[in-house]
């Protein structure tokens, strides 16, 4: 969490100094995610009415006045989608020239416009750019000499097809809590004792403990309902970005070793999920397989009794015993 906080706050900080014309919003919402080394960033864009209707004017001598020369609605439209496309490769620009020591690997944006539905009068904000951009990718690229517009097409980003329409497309990331069935919280830690042994706790206790432990650490997080989404125990965003980008919890409240299986099935999860991220909690342990396992796919984090134990005491400031210690390994000859 403190690698994430230290890459986003300069990031962000390099972002609110970034200047544009006047009438141009200047909001963000920015995130790291240490796992895949990705910068998370979704960016407010000017609406359609940044562009003038009027291409110029022209002074009318014989009748002292001025009459306005209209701009062409498909030049309006062709502007506005260039407009929104230099906006979006300078944010990415920024980001990747912002990160000197190179602890990015590559940014995800997401580009949204605040505006009034016109057909019910509401406010929504729909996305209307989205792009996923490597820094090798990015860094071969003279943005001095490119077409906005066509530079976007080569990224493989994903554009709306009417833009000045406000025609929205769907974020290559997004944050949805629509997928799965949460359920009221309880809280667990006002009722421990001065040191609770974990294995005690029924198993909802544990997993409200659990969610408890992500909020303590800075994250917003849910509990889901029992048997309604493929063993997801709760599910977890952080508060500063935009997150579109949602951490699975899977919590075993075990006192034997927790199988290979168990690390396969979240892998799963987080697939179909299409989660930024895994975590499996246990008040056991895993074995050498379970680690082998999530350190190749990459994005599962597994955290074991002793570490749950530590973290606990770090953020909830509570003492408690996880459960029994593994058995001690036989040398191997």
């Known amino acids: 969490m403190r690698t994430a906080t230290l890459v986003q706050h300069p990031l962000g900080a390099v972002l609110d100094a970034s200047e544009y014309p006047l009438g141009f919003p200047h909001e963000h919402r920015i995130a790291f995610r240490p796992a895949t080394g990705d910068v998370l960033v979704e960016i407010h864009l000017p609406p359609e009415a940044i562009v003038p209707t009027a291409r110029g004017y022209r002074y009318v001598k014989n009748r002292d006045e001025t009459t306005v020369l209209p701009r062409p609605e498909k030049e309006r439209k062709e502007i506005y989608a260039s ?35 016109r057909a019910t009068g509401q406010e929504v904000s729909p996305c209307l750019v989205t792009l996923s951009a490597s820094r090798e990718q990015f860094g071969k690229l ?137 975590v499996l909690i246990t008040t056991s342990w895993f074995g050498r397989a379970s680690h082998d396992f999530a350190r190749q796919h990459g994005r599962l984090q597994l955290i074991e009794g002793p570490e749950l134990k530590y973290l606990i005491k770090e953020h909830l400031g509570k003492d408690v015993i996880p459960g029994p210690v593994p058995p001690k390994r036989r040398p191997t000859r």
């Not at 980001?95 to 416009?113: A, K």
């Not at 906005?148 to 290559?172: F, H, M, T």
């Open 83 to 117: 407009v929104l496309a230099q906006v979006a490769l300078r944010t990415v620009h920024e980001v990747l020239t912002s990160d000197p020591d190179r602890i990015v690997n590559g940014v995800i944006l997401n580009g949204h416009v605040r505006t009034i539905d």
């Open 142 to 278: 003279r943005l001095s000499q490119v077409d906005p517009a066509q530079c976007l097409k080569g990224l493989n980003a994903l554009v709306s097809p009417n833009p000045y329409d406000l025609e929205p497309i769907r974020p290559i990331v997004e944050f949805d809590l629509s997928k799965y069935r949460l359920m009221d919280s309880m809280d667990v830690v006002a009722g421990l004792d001065s040191r609770p042994v974990l294995v005690k706790l029924t198993p909802t206790e544990f997993e409200h403990l659990i969610r408890q432990l992500f909020e303590a650490i800075g994250m917003e997080a849910w509990n889901t309902q029992a048997s309604k989404d493929e063993g997801v125990d709760a599910v977890a965003v952080s508060k500063d970005p935009v997150f579109n980008g949602e951490c699975i919890i899977q919590a075993k409240r075990y006192s034997k070793l927790v199988g290979v299986e168990s690390v396969q099935a979240l892998a799963g999860v987080v697939e179909h999920k299409r989660a930024a991220k895994g």
